[in-house]
């Protein structure tokens, strides 16, 4: 009620933030707790014979479902949590095949992002020589979206019998998926221009005769860490500057989480192992089977996944986290 609240308007914005975060969880309390007495109307109901004890076992499943939902989310604690992310999808050893499933994870996340009402945008994609895709990174933004997705860090690996060899041998291929968070102006993280050398490219994606006439594409190197982003999003090479600097941020503040969580697994025992770089998840297609290696949980539903329908995997690997757990060596 401050007639000066808005005078200062990024202060402003970040106290918003708050509220609402704060009211998605008072509201997402109130629809369970509607949920639980709705139960026990029905429960009544069925006590004198009024309902069915169908209609009771479907009111229980939703109110289980939804309270699980519920506890899924309060895993998400962390500040960097409720970031949005990017996913950097990158193809191994394997040529073409790897190309192909690179493609095929970046269709799964986009399909997932675009389903769960996050604004999922293309900032970076180089196409594989013959199919699919060398490396891409995709935005999903949104609120918790980082939360959400940093499970899938690692190797994803692929068995499949091959459309691209004649002989319709049995193939293996792997990428790499890394998620960073993308941050705001809540978290501060300040970088010396004199450390950044930037070039500028021709785009290599969609765009139109503008983007790929004009070298709007961006690349920028940190030279005291050695990482670089590239950027070819936008159609003018200030926007993309500006995005490829956030991006830059982001990695940054994402390798002193690392460095701080390194240095808190020597000083705290734990059962969950570093999960950086190690692989994850199987994707068997001829067998129809999913299965990710460190909590054992596993589908038979191989297209679903592929369409992006992967949240029983985020949940359970989440839920898993926070009691640890001991990654299979399947």
Request: hydrophobic share 35%; charged share 30%.
């Amino acid at each position: 009620m401050d007639p000066e609240f808005w005078s200062q308007a990024q202060r402003a914005e970040l106290i918003m933030k708050e509220i609402k975060s704060a009211k998605n969880w008072m509201e997402s309390f109130n629809r369970a707790q509607n949920h639980l007495d709705d139960l026990e109307v029905l429960l009544e109901f069925f006590d004198a014979g009024e309902a069915t004890e169908e209609e009771l076992d479907s009111k229980y499943a939703d109110c289980v479902a939804y309270i699980d939902d519920l506890e899924f989310r309060s895993t998400l604690n962390k500040q960097e949590d409720e970031l949005s992310c990017i996913i950097e999808i990158n193809a191994g050893a394997g040529g073409t095949e790897s190309c192909d499933w690179s493609a095929m994870l970046f269709r799964m996340y986009q399909m997932w992002g675009e389903r769960s009402g996050f604004k999922v945008s293309t900032l970076n994609y180089q196409a594989g020589d013959v199919a699919g895709i060398k490396t891409a990174e995709l935005e999903i933004n949104g609120e918790y979206a980082y939360g959400m997705l940093k499970g899938e860090n690692g190797v994803h690996r692929l068995v499949r019998v091959s459309p691209f060899n004649s002989q319709g041998k049995r193939m293996t291929s792997f990428s790499s998926v890394f998620v960073h968070p993308l941050i705001d102006d809540r978290i501060e993280v300040n970088i010396n221009t004199a450390d950044l050398d930037w070039d500028t490219f021709r785009s290599s994606g969609a765009g139109g005769q503008h983007v790929n006439k004009t070298e709007s594409a961006v690349r920028v190197r940190h030279l005291p860490s050695g990482i670089v982003v590239e950027c070819q999003q936008e159609r003018s090479q200030h926007q993309n500057r500006e995005k490829a600097l956030q991006m830059l941020k982001s990695r940054l503040y994402e390798r002193e989480l690392e460095r701080q969580f390194q240095e808190k697994s020597k000083v705290e025992s734990t059962k969950m192992k570093n999960e950086w770089g190690s692989q994850i998840r199987s994707y068997v297609l001829d067998d129809r089977r999913v299965k990710d290696h460190r909590t054992g949980y596993q589908t038979s539903q191989t297209d679903l996944v592929l369409d992006g329908y992967i949240d029983d995997f985020l949940k359970t690997y989440m839920m898993n986290k926070t009691v640890g757990f001991t990654e299979d060596e399947d």
